[in-house]
């Protein structure tokens, strides 16, 4: 017995002891998605078939038996790719997560966030109550010093003053849960011409030396192409930011110097252009596939920008990306969502843009979001499709492996094997909406 159901550019069939079908016994609620395109996080397959059974990819291949009581997903003109992971967001609540979700980002890497929310949602992950929003991998809190970048964010911040402090201020981010180390070094101001204060080089080299002696990855906040070769020279693991500030040509040793070191770079030109100036939120709020699906609370960030650039070409970090991938450089995808001219979830679409601009291959970008980020980042569950890995998921239709922006056409999203209820996130937005509405019709604001 087979009924059939239309689900856009995908057929939803729920199979029930199929007659004349040989199965494979499985028990729980397993899926099997067949007839599809698979990227696996490096590479691309067509006509494929992945089954996923008690929320883990249970097998792949060409020509999978339907299981008895399988849920089947006809894949025929879409592509199956990994939950997308966003490398660098900011989480601000259980809603950032939620957001992130609904457009496809399964995993959001948080760079500086309070500890409590952190704690909170992790504990949800780890009783299996975050199957409605991404899973959180953060740093806590980040290394700053008094008055430096972060602490104008509103959070009470345990700053560092000098090198000495470095081994201690690791060890209570440790004891706090941090999963990885960020460090803010902007060494001669965010512009490069003085700012807010900063730890110096001396700081830094202690707080990488003290993250890698607790087995922690060191990520350093820059904005500078100066700041970054000090980062790099440190001992960093990562960079989060390419530069807006310093020379208009691009140091033709710094991809090199990158690679020798083995650090992975995490570009964010999303909130580069903002910071430029730009409206990198309009690419995807103004996209049909992406607005609809984006809260009330993040529309008029998304319409906003930093603004903090510098006059001649602020924009240098997208002459970097290429050379960087030539030298077999990681490229992660991030956002840092939650600045103005961002969003969770919809501006990695936009990043995903942004890197194939730049001169990544449509593929390059989508390990960059994918397989790329889980290997940086040590999380060996995700980030690909392959069996006895977690079973985020994400359909789409078309093949984004050709057309970048063809991640934004989403069919499907499973987290954990569970599939998200999208129409039930659409009810909720126009609820939210016109709460939105009535609120700005009541305080005179429309």
Known sequence: MKTTFSSGAC?????????????????????????????????????????????????????????????????????????LIDAHTHIRSRQDLEQSLALGVTTD?????????????????????????????????????????????????????????????????????????????????????????????????????????????????????????????????????????????????FASTVAMHHAFVIPTLSVLESVCNQ???????????????????????????????????CMIAMDAILPLAEAHVPILAGTDAGNPGTAPGASLHGELEYLVEAGLSPLQALTSATSANATAFHLADRGRIAPGLRADLLLVNGDPTEDIRATRDIQKIWKSGVLLDRKQWLNRIQQDRATASAARKYDGTR
């Open 11 to 83: 057929a939803l069939a729920f199979v029930f002891a199929a007659l004349g079908v040989p199965a494979q016994e499985h028990t729980g609620n397993d899926i099997l998605i067949r007839h599809v395109r698979m990227f696996d996080g490096e590479s691309v397959a067509d006509n494929m078939s992945v089954l996923i059974s008690h929320g883990k990819v249970a097998a792949i291949g060409a020509n999978l038996k339907i299981p008895t009581h399988a849920t089947v997903v006809e894949g025929k003109g879409c592509t199956l790719l990994p939950g």
């Open 109 to 253: 890497v948080s760079m500086l966030m309070d500890v409590n929310l952190f704690r909170a949602m992790k504990q949800e992950q780890q009783v299996n109550r975050a199957d409605d929003r991404a899973d959180l991998f953060s740093s806590g809190y980040a290394a700053t010093a008094p008055g430096g970048h972060g602490t104008e964010k509103g959070l009470s911040l345990p700053t560092i003053s000098g090198p000495k402090e470095a081994q201690s201020w690791v060890d209570q981010r440790v004891a706090e849960g941090s999963e990885f180390i960020k460090i803010m070094y902007e060494n001669g101001g965010d512009t490069g011409a003085g700012g807010r204060p900063s730890i110096d080089r001396a700081t830094l080299q202690a707080l990488v030396v003290a993250a890698h002696a607790r087995g922690k990855l060191a990520v350093v906040h820059i904005h500078s192409e100066r700041q970054a070769f000090d980062a790099i020279e440190a001992g960093a693991d990562g960079l989060a930011h390419l530069f807006s500030h310093g020379s208009d040509i691009l140091d033709t040793g």
């Open 279 to 313: 409206n990198p939120g309009r690419r995807v709020l103004d996209d049909d596939k992406l607005g609809p699906y984006i809260l009330a609370a993040y529309i008029r960030q998304l319409q906003g920008n930093i603004n903090h650039g510098r006059e001649g070409k």
